[in-house]
Structure formats: structure tokens, C-alpha cells
């Protein structure tokens, strides 16, 4: 099914080209949540432990504490305690205390962690790189650049404007 095919659309629709384009950018979204999924099928743990895993990665101890986690991957903070306690089992991460509140706890991860991220990032940047190759330099430079540009204003937009439980625009 197309997304044009929803028929979200009221009296109030953007403009054809507008609708046009969110539409193809929300098939692509859907389209490389796929592909990204792809990165985790070489992990020996399920994708949501694999996503935590590879969240603290990216945020190198910024940030990494349970319930920022939890909210950032869209989990409840109870099975996000739950998660972590695996993880910390398995040898995939430790929780040490706050720097400034001993009430809260800094989640990192071990070498073990580290090790299993780097094995599955490697398999899929490599067989990505072997597909990017295959386009011309600069339409690759100028097409992440443009998709940078989209990442940052959808994120910033998003941010100054929350959604509720029901998905509608909180009022601020």
C-alpha cells in the first residue's frame, strides 16, 4: 500500500508537492528502519538489546543514563531496568554510579560490548561501502549532506514540538 493511499489528507493538506514529498520521505524512513535493522542481524542478542548497545556507542557515555536510554529508544523504563540487567549479566555493559547524584546511575559499555558492536558495524559499513562506491563522489557528498540538513530540522522541529500519547502536537 502507498501512503497516498492512508487519505490522511483534510481541507487543511499542504501543497500537492509538499504532501507529495512527505509521503516519499516517510516511505524512505520505513525503507531504511529496514536496512538499519539489517545492521543487527549478525548480533547475538535481540535487536533491542543490540539498540541499546549500539545507542551507548554513539553517545560514548554522554547522556547514557537508564531513562534517558529508555526514552530514547521508546521503552519503558521498567523493561529498560530489565534489559540493562541482562546486559550487565552477560558482561555487555556496567551501570556505575552518577558523577553528581548517588540516586542515579551512568551506563557504559564494557569491552565485551564495545566488541560485539564493532563486529556488526563492521560487516554492514563494509558491504555499504561497496554500494556507495558504486555512485560518483560528489552526488554521494551532496545527497548525505542534504539528508543531514533534513535530519537536523525535523529533529530540531520535533523538539519544539512534542507529541502526546495519541500523537497530536502538545500544546506548550
Same mark, same amino acid.
Given at each position: 500500500?502507498?501512503?497516498?493511499?492512508?487519505?490522511?489528507?483534510?481541507?487543511?493538506?499542504?501543497?500537492?508537492?509538499? &504532501?507529495?514529498?512527505?509521503?516519499?520521505?516517510?516511505?524512505?524512513?520505513?525503507?531504511?528502519?529496514?536496512?538499519?535493522?539489517?545492521?543487527?542481524?549478525?548480533?547475538? #542478542?535481540?535487536r533491542t538489546k543490540t539498540e541499546i548497545l549500539y545507542m #551507548?556507542?554513539?553517545?560514548? =557515555? %554522554? /547522556?547514557?543514563e537508564p531513562a534517558l536510554l529508555a526514552d530514547r529508544l521508546?521503552?519503558?523504563?521498567?523493561?529498560?531496568?530489565?534489559?540493562?540487567?541482562?546486559?550487565?549479566?552477560? =558482561?555487555?555493559?556496567?551501570?556505575?554510579?552518577? %558523577?553528581?547524584? &548517588?540516586?542515579?546511575?551512568?551506563?557504559? #559499555?564494557?569491552?565485551? =560490548?564495545?566488541?560485539?558492536?564493532?563486529?556488526?558495524? %563492521?560487516?554492514?559499513?563494509?558491504?555499504?561501502? =561497496?554500494?556507495?562506491?558504486?555512485?560518483?563522489?560528489?552526488?554521494?557528498?551532496?545527497?548525505?549532506?542534504?539528508?543531514? /540538513?533534513?535530519?537536523?530540522?525535523? %529533529?530540531?522541529?520535533?523538539?519544539?514540538?512534542? #507529541?502526546?500519547?495519541a500523537g497530536r502536537i502538545k500544546d506548550r
Amino acid at each position: 500500500m502507498r501512503i497516498e493511499q492512508l487519505d490522511i489528507w483534510d481541507k487543511d493538506s499542504p501543497a500537492p508537492w509538499v &504532501r507529495d514529498a512527505t509521503g516519499r520521505w516517510a516511505h524512505l524512513l520505513v525503507r531504511s528502519a529496514l536496512i538499519y535493522m539489517d545492521l543487527f542481524s549478525a548480533s547475538p #542478542l535481540s535487536r533491542t538489546k543490540t539498540e541499546i548497545l549500539y545507542m #551507548l556507542f554513539l553517545q560514548d =557515555g %554522554e /547522556r547514557s543514563e537508564p531513562a534517558l536510554l529508555a526514552d530514547r529508544l521508546h521503552v519503558s523504563r521498567q523493561s529498560m531496568t530489565g534489559l540493562l540487567d541482562q546486559l550487565e549479566g552477560g =558482561g555487555f555493559v556496567s551501570r556505575d554510579a552518577h %558523577e553528581t547524584d &548517588r540516586r542515579r546511575k551512568v551506563v557504559r #559499555l564494557t569491552s565485551k =560490548g564495545l566488541r560485539l558492536v564493532r563486529t556488526i558495524a %563492521e560487516r554492514t559499513l563494509r558491504r555499504d561501502a =561497496g554500494l556507495i562506491a558504486a555512485f560518483p563522489k560528489r552526488e554521494v557528498l551532496d545527497t548525505l549532506g542534504l539528508v543531514e /540538513r533534513l535530519c537536523d530540522k525535523v %529533529e530540531a522541529w520535533a523538539a519544539d514540538h512534542p #507529541l502526546d500519547a495519541a500523537g497530536r502536537i502538545k500544546d506548550r
